[in-house]
């Protein structure tokens, strides 16, 4: 049939022709289409479709999976389409809010960059809109529905809390990263908040002078162990916060700060140890240096001074001690530059004619110069251990 014959009859048949193909399929075609398929040309615009959109916009993934637990809360939050995003289209929003940016706009793939991150054991929200209000694509294809996704972020690592306490002065050790190691440097908010939830890697070493006994207390990146917990304590109390000696949300964020601020621990590092030897004495070292070896009085029999290591956590420049004899009679002594570590025990100074033997309810004094020495050293967070008399002093320098 000649191509006048098959426009005649699509004219005949209302724009439309139905061809026998050979293999004994019916295919229909508009006048236009004909013309086209007639020629072998595409007389549309050079570049562009005229169909409309496919289908609609599909959501294919997210990072972090809707449902995960202990993620980074510094980390991207990325969610890929099936096709690239309208420039124009409405973005997800995140609860709780935190500043940074959406990017990949005009892409697949769309991506949250925190400038700082979220906080530790929190639950994150993304709300992606759909509908007609709702995120497109560049073809107007639209996302059918809105979607919510969430997840928990980790908690920060102990281990970090350690890194920044020696780095600032409050533990009497050095952190050293190991090479090649990524360390953020302290003005690096997100990078900051990234290490405190996967720490670097590092080795620590003993600043010198201090005793041997002190190595006791240190259990690397355990939470529970006296040294951090004094330190912590040492912290909380510069940075006014209540002295607890836990390193929750507002001592985490005050030690960030103290960090880009290069805020080191103003008081420096301070242990003391009191010896039951005979003569029974209290040693202070501070900085590294022993800086006072005195005679001392720790409790009688009938009310002895704990054994064992416990932080200042309570100081008074002056005080009426008041509590009840063995004897059953009340009493209420004035004393001088109390440093408490324990629940009714202080170092402090109480008048005695002689020291250097067990004469107090627990406590252990000091005469007024030695007293007035030590307070200075014995501030807040201060480990203070009492050992039980011995053979030779306590004290042998770490190696």
Not at 46 to 61: E, M, R
Not at 180 to 198: C, H, K, L, M
Not at 346 to 358: E, L, N, T, W
């Amino acid at each position: 049939m000649s191509l006048t014959n098959v426009r005649g009859r699509i004219a005949a048949l209302g724009g439309v022709i139905v061809i026998l193909l050979a293999a004994g399929v019916w295919v229909a075609l508009t006048d236009a289409a004909a013309q086209s398929t007639a020629s072998g040309k595409d007389d549309s615009p050079a570049g562009h479709s005229s169909a409309s959109p496919a289908g609609p916009l599909q959501l294919l993934s997210a990072t972090p999976a809707s449902g995960a637990t202990g993620i980074d809360g510094a980390s991207d939050i990325t969610i890929k389409f099936s096709a690239p995003v309208a420039t124009t289209s409405p973005l997800p929003t995140i609860t709780p809010s935190v500043q940074g940016s959406w990017q990949g706009a005009g892409t697949d793939t769309l991506q949250f960059v925190p400038a700082s991150g979220f906080s530790p054991s929190t639950q994150v929200t993304v709300q992606i809109p759909g509908g007609s209000q709702g995120v497109r694509s560049e073809n107007g294809a639209q996302l059918g529905s809105s979607t919510q996704l969430s997840f928990e972020t980790g908690t920060y690592q102990t281990g970090r809390l350690d890194e920044l306490l020696a780095q600032l002065g409050y533990l009497p050790l050095t952190w050293t990263a190991t090479p090649g190691a990524t360390v953020p440097a302290a003005t690096d908010v997100a990078g900051q908040i990234a290490a405190a939830y996967s720490p670097p890697p590092g080795a620590w070493t003993w600043e010198p002078g201090y005793p041997s006994e002190l190595q006791n207390f240190w259990d690397n990146g355990a939470a529970t162990s006296e040294i951090v917990t004094g330190a912590v304590m040492a912290f909380e109390s510069n940075e006014n916060l209540t002295m607890d000696g836990v390193a929750g949300p507002q001592v985490w964020a005050a030690l960030l700060q103290a960090v880009a601020a290069g805020q080191n621990n103003p008081n420096g590092y301070t242990y003391a140890i009191a010896a039951e030897n005979d003569p029974e004495t209290l040693t202070i070292w501070h900085d590294g240096q022993q800086v006072q070896q005195s005679l001392a009085n720790t409790g009688i029999e009938a009310a002895p001074t704990t054994i064992g290591t416990a932080p200042v956590y309570l100081r008074y420049r002056n005080q009426i001690m008041q509590g009840i004899n063995p004897d059953g009679t009340p009493y209420a002594d004035p004393v001088q530059f109390v440093a408490y570590f324990r629940n009714g025990e202080a170092v402090h100074y109480f008048p005695r004619s002689s020291y250097g033997f067990p004469q107090s309810l627990g406590c252990v004094e000091l005469d007024l110069a030695d007293a007035q020495n030590a307070w200075q050293y014995l501030t807040y967070g201060t480990l203070v251990t009492v050992l039980p008399g011995a053979l030779t002093p306590p004290g042998s320098p770490v190696a």
